[in-house]
C-alpha cells in the first residue's frame, strides 16, 4: 500500500513539474509577442503613420476619452 502511494505522489509532482515548465514556456512567447506589437504601436505613433497602427484596432474600436468623447477607428487613424 506505501508503494503505490509513493508511486502516485512521485507521478503527481512529475504532470506538476511538467504543466509548470509548458506554463512558463507559454508566458514567455505571449510576453515576447506582446512586447512586439507594443513596439509597433510605439513606431506608429512616433512616426505618427495609421498604417502601422490601423492593423492593431478592431474594425469595431471604440475609445472614450477623459472628457467623454467617443472616437472610433477611422476618427483614431485620421487624428494621427
Given at each position: 500500500m506505501k508503494t503505490a502511494w509513493v508511486w502516485s505522489v512521485l507521478c503527481c509532482l512529475t504532470i506538476g513539474d511538467a504543466a509548470w515548465a509548458?506554463?512558463?514556456q507559454g508566458?514567455?512567447?505571449s510576453e515576447k509577442a506582446v512586447a512586439a506589437l507594443e513596439e509597433q504601436?510605439?513606431?506608429?505613433e512616433k512616426l505618427s503613420d495609421p498604417d502601422l497602427l490601423a492593423p492593431l484596432l478592431a474594425e469595431?474600436?471604440?475609445?472614450t476619452g477623459?472628457?467623454?468623447e467617443v472616437t472610433n477607428k477611422v476618427q483614431a487613424l485620421a487624428s494621427m
Open positions: 509548458q506554463t512558463s508566458n514567455a512567447t504601436w510605439l513606431r506608429a469595431r474600436y471604440v475609445s477623459t472628457g467623454g
